[in-house]
């Protein structure tokens, strides 16, 4: 009995070890288990912290990017705008430019189609500072040979006359006035009348009788018996007709803008303006210029 014991120890022992090692197997397997479990539970608690914490700054980030690019974009469209402003600005003194040369054109024209007439090309420099009356200011005086009751036209016709005259200035009273006047008569029937201004845009022409016939868009040209205005100069159109007691009621739309006088024509003689020569010969001028000049071959 006592010889099987000792036989059989070693046997007990060996059984014993292998048992002691799974169960140390055991708990490490239950320990790593744990620490694994651990691990997840805290990184699931604190990854949406992270997630939080990661989409934030990325918000301020985007944003911070976003203003900067709002200023530069911002900067941007006032460096265009400036641009464009000072673009419209040359082109309205581009524009400006061209309709001077326009004018200045015109004015050239007419001198040179009266080469026989002594005149003086003058531009507005100003307007009367009294309300009541219609008159511009010229930067010809005196000195220029300028004097009063001289007669002011521009091409399109006539403007009004010299009422003061200073060493290199000069006072236009304008048609429009109620203090001015111009012989005038009708330049189809022929019928003389004095038109006259009434402190409004449009004329007035005076003792025409309810009998004699005036028709809508005719003409109304100088007539020269005012011994200011030569014969046969534009003053204006009918606009309307209407009967009055004694004479009718005719007003004239002015042949010149009178409402927008840059430049004019002052007249140094009364002369007769034979206008419509004129108009001829330069229309025949103009025919030539445009014809293809001709060529001769070798």
Known sequence: MGANTIRHKPLVLLTGVIILQILLLAVQIKRDSQGRLIRVWTV?????????SATGVGSVRGAWNHYFALQNTSR????????NDTLKLQINQLQSRAAEADR??????????HPTIPMLGARVIGTGADSASETVFLDRGDRDGIHRNMAVITPDGVVGKIVESYRDTSQVLLLTDKDSGVGAMLSESRIQSPVGGVGEPLLTMKYVANDD?????????TSGMDRIFPRDLPVGTVAQIKPGNPFKQIRIKPSANLERLEEVIVLLSLQPLDLKKDAEAAAATAAE???????QKP
């Open 44 to 52: 699931g608690a604190v990854s949406p912290f992270q997630r939080a």
């Open 76 to 83: 941007e469209n006032e460096r265009l705008r400036h641009e």
């Open 289 to 295: 210029a445009k014809q293809p000049v001709k060529t």
């Open 104 to 113: 200045l054109a015109l004015l050239l024209n007419f001198r040179q189609a």
């Open 213 to 221: 016939t005036v028709n809508v868009g005719e003409h109304v040209v």
